[in-house]
């Protein structure tokens, strides 16, 4: 055997046996020892060829699996103590909080008898302090209220004293002397706002009866003229805010149509006709398109403009008739019949054409476009019944059924027309879209913002105008109605100078009054003296 197959072996023998190299390298020693040739000859000689030998090797294996077994036991009860460690250390610090926790219980029933026997004591103490504060205080009071009532016998019996010098008259006086005063200082203030009333209405301020009778009299007078002119500026102002509301509401509807008349961009029509055209469709279960106004049939000619006015006048309130199909014009007639529409409502109903309409050689309808529509021929009918010779002059209007470019027209033999209530460049109605509408709208608007403010102004001038006669009007009023007296200052000075001087005898310094007054003032200044110290005492006697 060679030295790999030895070592195959070795490996196989020692993960058998479960032991190291060490125990091969004793056995190579041993195998010296011995002299023995070869690993192969003692393996046959003590194991191979020995057959006892298979008993002592599978002790010394049984043996190697009791030392495993014990290896791992002896780790387990390793594994064990680690894992108790931490029950100890819990184990100790439960005895020291058990420890702590007994202290506290033991400090828990100790400690309220404790603070009951400080408290005690404590309180006792105080308990005895308040006693002795409230006999002293006591004391005070009793002293103090002996005093007062004593100083008090002393404030009646001067009171008396004064009273009988002539005390009681030194009082009146006093009292009236005051009422004097004041009557006197309310004088001198409306006085001045007399003075300041009549300078504002170029009165003459001087205070005399003559002068206030004078001035009362003009005032009476400019009163009436007065109340009058402010009746009439509140009517103007009444009158202005009324035409400001009625521009605003001219202007808000003309706001309203123009959105009305932007959301339709096929028609020129104003908005309120319109409405009832949806309304009439909605009810015939038809389209707008299917119930077309005439005006919106026709359109002046670019090279026509000139005639423009006059043409929209001659076609006149037949621009918003409603043309209608046969079919539906039963039922159209119906349901304009049972309701009130609050318009001048114009139905045409179409019938198919019979021929080709005819119009005049120089007529206004040759100066217009037709739109493609189904009702194109019945549009040309109508107007054909319309038609109007257009001519250059008044002198040629001689014909029946003519017109000028500036929409004078002529009817039977000598009957003229001119219907100049609106301008000739208003209302126009004609067309295949809404430009003409849109800038008539714009121009009304623009123009109604500009009365607007006009009328704002108009407006605020007359509230002031009525402002301004208000206040006249007042103070027309105040001073009309003036009491003399209530100005008459120096009649007031006069009356509390008397009185003053009355005060002033009584009061003299040598006199018996004056000098029983100063003892009585004297006492009464002891007697508040001593009921301050009585209210000191009670609140800083213990509660």
């Known amino acids: 055997m060679n030295l790999p197959q030895q070592k195959g072996l070795f490996s196989k023998a020692a993960r058998l046996f479960e032991v190291r190299d060490n125990a091969f390298n004793l056995l190579n020693r041993a195998a010296g020892l011995k002299q023995l040739n070869s690993i192969d000859e003692i393996f046959r000689e003590l194991v191979l060829d020995d057959n006892a030998q298979f008993q002592r090797a599978r002790e010394v294996a049984d043996s190697f699996d009791d030392l495993t077994a014990i290896h791992e ?11 108790l460690e931490p029950i100890n250390t819990g184990w100790e610090k439960y005895q020291r909080n058990q420890t702590q926790l007994d202290d506290q219980e033991t400090l828990s029933r100790v400690l309220p008898v404790w603070f009951g026997e400080q408290a005690h004591r404590l309180w006792k103490a105080e308990t005895e302090r308040l006693q002795q504060q409230t006999q002293q205080a006591n004391a005070e009071l009793a002293a103090a209220e002996e005093s007062h009532t004593h100083q008090q016998r002393t404030c009646e019996r001067l009171n008396e004293a004064y009273l009988r010098l002539g005390g009681s008259d030194i009082q009146t006086l006093e009292a009236l002397v005051k009422a004097k005063q004041a009557n006197l200082e309310r004088c001198q203030h409306h006085a001045a706002e007399y003075q300041r009333l009549a300078r504002y209405l170029a009165f003459d301020d001087a205070i005399d009866r003559e002068a206030v009778a004078t001035n009362q009299m003009l005032a009476a007078e400019q009163l009436q003229h007065a109340q009058q002119e402010l009746e009439a500026a509140k009517h103007a102002a009444f009158e202005q805010g009324s035409q400001r509301f009625q521009i605003e509401r001219e202007g808000s509807e003309l706001e309203d149509e123009l959105a009305q008349v932007k959301a339709r961009p096929g028609s020129n029509i104003p908005g309120r006709f319109q409405q009832f055209r949806a309304l009439l469709a909605d009810a015939l279960e038809l389209t707008e398109d299917d119930l077309p106004f005439v005006a919106e049939l026709v359109q002046v000619k670019e090279g026509e403009q000139a005639w423009r006015g006059a043409i929209e006048r001659a076609i006149g309130s037949h621009r918003l008739r409603i043309l209608v199909p046969p079919e539906a014009s039963r039922q159209a007639l119906d349901w304009i019949n049972s309701r009130h529409n609050a318009l001048h409502v114009r139905i045409f109903e179409v019938k198919p054409a019979q021929g080709q ?7 206004f309808t040759r100066k217009l476009d037709y739109k493609d529509h189904p009702y194109r021929e019945a549009v040309k009918e109508l107007l054909a019944g319309l038609d109007r010779h257009c001519v ?23 009957f003229f027309d001119k219907q100049d209530q609106k301008r000739l460049s208003d209302d126009w109605q004609t067309g295949f879209d809404n430009r003409d509408r849109l800038a008539a709208l714009s121009a009304q608007i623009s123009e109604a913002e500009a009365r607007l403010q006009s009328a704002k102004a108009a407006e605020e001038q007359a509230k002031a105008s009525l402002a301004a006669l208000e206040q006249q009007v007042v103070l027309l009023t105040k001073l009309a109605e003036l009491d003399y007296e209530e100005i008459n200052a120096p009649h007031a000075e006069r009356e509390w100078q008397q009185q003053q001087d009355k005060l002033a005898a009584l009061t003299a310094p040598d006199s018996d009054a004056a000098s029983a007054k100063r003892q009585l003032e004297q006492a009464r200044d002891e007697l508040a003296t001593l009921e301050q110290q009585k209210r000191n005492v009670l609140s800083s006697a213990p509660s």
């Open 357 to 363: 309409a005819r119009f005049f050689e120089d007529g």
């Open 73 to 83: 036991e002896l780790e387990i009860a390793r594994r064990q103590q680690r894992s």
């Open 392 to 414: 250059g002059s008044p002198e040629m209007l001689r014909d029946p059924h003519a017109m000028t470019a500036e929409g004078l027209m002529s009817g039977k033999a000598r």
